[in-house]
């Protein structure tokens, strides 16, 4: 059964930078699009940066452009987001999803309803 698993949230002061991973089973990362999205308490999941399968291009959320960045080893199953300059806005819970041919100019990417796997959830919590 294909599935998505993060790992490496945590408390952070602002300032600071966490790397998180998803991994994938199943082959779910062979030739899926993958995506980050956040949700903080009370609010709705909100599109952070996602990463196309044929090119590594990638887009970003205004909120993160120059401080995120997303990356992608197919050898490794795996995906990542590099958080730099971490802000207390940044506090949610950070999910990884992945679908086919989503990361792309045609569609937007970062909208929930575009992604029908998931992972868990990792926790960050960016505070002094």
């Known amino acids: 059964q294909a599935q998505l698993k993060e790992s490496g949230g945590g408390l952070v002061q602002p300032g600071g930078s966490l790397r998180l991973s998803c991994r994938g089973s199943g082959g779910i990362l062979d030739y899926n699009d993958i995506a980050w999205f956040r949700q903080a308490p009370g609010k709705e999941r909100e599109g952070v940066s996602c990463i196309a399968s044929s090119d590594g291009s990638a887009k970003y959320a205004d909120s993160v452009k120059g401080r995120f960045i997303i990356s992608r080893d197919n050898s490794m199953n795996s995906a990542y987001l590099q958080m730099n300059g971490l802000k207390p806005d940044d506090t949610g819970v950070y999910y990884c999803?992945?679908?086919?041919?989503?990361?792309?100019?045609?569609?937007?990417?970062?909208?929930?309803?575009?992604?029908?796997?998931w992972g868990q959830g990792t926790q960050v919590t960016i505070s002094p």
């Open positions: 999803a992945a679908d086919f041919m989503t990361c792309r100019e045609n569609r937007n990417g970062l909208e929930s309803h575009e992604y029908r796997s």
